[in-house]
């Protein structure tokens, strides 16, 4: 046993030289700093260290650190780069830009990469799949449109009367036959984003939360000085419980909806069709309110306003100077 403690003492005597050794070391360099030259060309962050009358050279950073911010259970992939990374950030920004301006027609490409930054990785259109094909087929039928606002009232759980029905399909046999199947599809796209999002906040749904979750998101915080809690109960279990990858999917796959119509939507609103055995255009509207929000379809000539006092489902307006 004797023999042993020397030998473990040996092996240990070294070590003690060893750290001693660096320890000096150490206090060398913090004595005496090497010098480190300005750079030839300032970046954002020699920039931003300015105006503390720092450099480069001054700053150390410590991944340790990262663990005073409390924990790592909501730290995000961008977060982790952007602080164990700071000299990065002038290279992080110009890739962000670069892409942003090279994609900029192309919003749900952005939307995926951009949900992959933190840490949402999501894939709906991997090697030009189609995520939505079912919808699609769905609104080439001849009644889409009508099935597509039944099926709403049906979700909302306010089913139409028959003699709501009637004006429906009245409506609705007035409107384009080129772009109602697109108004149709947009629809069936919100039908199945709705259904997803009430599954990744299923358990809200369950206990009858969500209009109280809803009620605190969209509410201004009182400035009346005092003290409130900046995450109310009702949020954190928002926070903990909902499934955000579903959600996100939701809305992924709506934004890619309106990006695979908005083309023909928009060459449809600058020419529509002529009144017949006339050489003019005809303005275009279609209005119905849904217990899930107002549907307007419209080529009117009015500068319209779209208040958020009012909920709106879709609005599809091809003219005037419109405010929302």
């Known amino acids: 046993m004797k023999n042993r403690v020397v030998h ?72 982790l780069a952007l602080h164990s990374k700071p000299l990065k950030l ?32 999501i894939r709906r259109t991997l090697a030009g799949a189609d995520p939505l094909p079912e919808e699609w087929m769905k609104s080439q039928a001849k009644d889409a449109l009508v099935q597509a606002i039944v099926r709403l009232h049906q979700l909302a759980g306010r089913p139409l009367q028959s003699r709501q029905l009637q004006d429906l399909s009245h409506l609705t046999a007035g409107m384009d036959p080129k772009i109602a199947p697109l108004i149709a599809f947009l629809l069936l796209a919100e039908i199945h984003s709705f259904e997803l999002r009430q599954k990744a906040l299923q358990s809200l749904v369950k206990d009858r939360q969500l209009p109280a979750v809803f009620e605190e998101l969209t509410s201004l915080v009182p400035m009346d000085g005092e003290d409130h809690p900046i995450v109310s109960p009702i949020i954190r279990r928002l926070i903990r419980e909902v499934d955000v990858k579903t959600l996100m999917v939701g809305g992924i796959e709506l934004l890619f909806a309106v990006e695979k119509v908005s083309g023909q939507l928009q060459a449809w609103a600058a020419k529509p069709p002529r009144v017949m055995g006339l050489d003019k255009l005809k303005a275009h509207r279609f209005q119905w309110t849904t217990p899930l929000g107002e549907i307007i379809v419209t080529t009117e000539n009015k500068d319209d306003v779209y208040s958020s006092d009012k909920p709106y489902l879709l609005i599809v307006d091809g003219a005037g100077n419109d405010t929302y």
């Open 8 to 79: 473990t003492c040996f092996w240990y005597f070294p070590l003690q030289l060893l750290v001693v050794s660096f320890m000096l070391t150490g206090a060398a360099w913090a004595a005496e700093p090497p010098p480190v030259s300005s750079p030839v060309f300032a970046d954002a962050w020699d920039e931003a260290l300015a105006f503390g009358h720092l450099t480069k050279s001054d700053v150390q950073f410590d991944d340790a650190d990262l663990a005073q911010v409390g924990g790592t259970e909501f730290q995000i992939p961008v977060w």
């Open 90 to 121: 002038p290279f992080y920004v110009r890739t962000y830009r670069d892409y942003v301006f090279q994609n900029k027609d192309r919003p749900t490409e952005l939307a995926i990469w951009s949900l992959a930054k933190v840490g949402l990785g």
